[in-house]
């Protein structure tokens, strides 16, 4: 599997092509950049058009954008009408979420990348028949534009009552809407297990989002470097390395703030995950 990194890492700090130049010194050839307006603004075509010219030149490729979770510069914290959710009940507020995804894919008329990750309704969202409705119509409309930039969209299981891995299935089926996954072993961990979740979804896995926690809060742990993981890593890369050959081990994972180095640590995680005996082996 090829090595790739989210900027998530980075996010409360602007992205810019330093930071880039240092992923790619790491060693690592691909990038999944998070749209969070204080790290990546979509809005800003300065920001978007410098981003541009470095890729252009680079050999490190944008493999996917991970849709933006706030509309603001503050992690959401400027009020609840800064939480993008295409779940949303009320049509004209849903529009303006909708239209705020849109802006984001704009991206890849300047920089192409292959994948849009898109969460199904917010932190801690809970279930509610109506909301398949909401979110088919949601999907529809962000799938069309995707594509039309080059862009297959990917969900992603989140830890909420919409998004484990048995209601991604069931929405998909329920809207026959032809999307794909993004499996993400940490909310896999938080939800139903990696094993099950990663049985479920298998066929339908074209990127992940590689971390760990305690199974109750979503921490973005260094795998096999930080303390209090509780994902068992030789089944997890196991099965990970049974997946199609282009899909790659991408790190999501949070910033440490005394972590002097941290893609030294990226560094080091990866070559723990990638020699890490299979389960019938160790």
């Known amino acids: 599997m090829q090595r790739a990194l989210s900027t998530h890492l980075f996010v409360n700090h602007r992205l810019t092509t330093v930071w880039l130049e240092r992923i790619w010194n790491a060693g690592i050839p691909l990038v999944e950049i998070f749209c969070a307006r204080q790290h990546l603004d979509y809005r800003d075509k300065a920001q978007i058009a410098e981003l541009g010219h470095w890729f252009r030149d680079s050999e490190l490729k944008l493999h996917s954008l991970h849709s933006p979770m706030y509309s603001d510069e503050f992690w959401g914290r400027s009020g609840p009408d800064a939480i993008i959710n295409i779940c949303e009940p009320v049509k004209i507020k849903r529009i303006q979420m909708v239209d705020e995804i849109k802006r984001a894919l704009e991206i890849a008329e300047t920089v192409p990348f292959r994948y849009l990750i898109q969460h199904l309704g917010a932190s801690g969202e809970e279930y509610d028949p109506r909301k398949i409705d909401t979110a088919f119509s949601s999907l529809e409309e962000i799938s069309v534009f995707a594509r039309q930039r080059g862009v297959e969209v990917l969900l992603e299981n989140t830890p909420n009552a919409l998004s484990s891995a048995e209601r991604l299935l069931m929405f998909l089926?329920?809207?026959?809407?032809?999307?794909?996954?993004?499996?993400?072993?940490?909310?896999?961990?938080?939800?139903?297990?990696?094993?099950?979740?990663?049985?479920?979804?298998?066929?339908?896995?074209?990127?992940?989002h590689v971390h760990d926690n305690n199974g109750v809060e979503d921490a973005h742990l260094f795998p096999l470097i930080a303390p209090g993981g509780t994902i068992g890593w030789p089944r997890a890369m196991e099965m990970l390395r049974s997946l199609a050959g282009d899909c790659p081990l991408l790190l999501e994972l949070r910033e440490v703030p005394d972590m002097a180095h941290p893609l030294d640590q990226v560094r080091e995680s990866f070559e723990r995950l990638e020699n890490v005996k299979s389960s019938h082996e160790s």
Do not use: K
């Open 173 to 208: 089926e329920m809207t026959h809407l032809d999307l794909n996954i993004c499996f993400d072993l940490g909310h896999a961990n938080m939800n139903e297990g990696v094993e099950p979740a990663f049985r479920a979804l298998a066929s339908r896995i074209r990127s992940t």
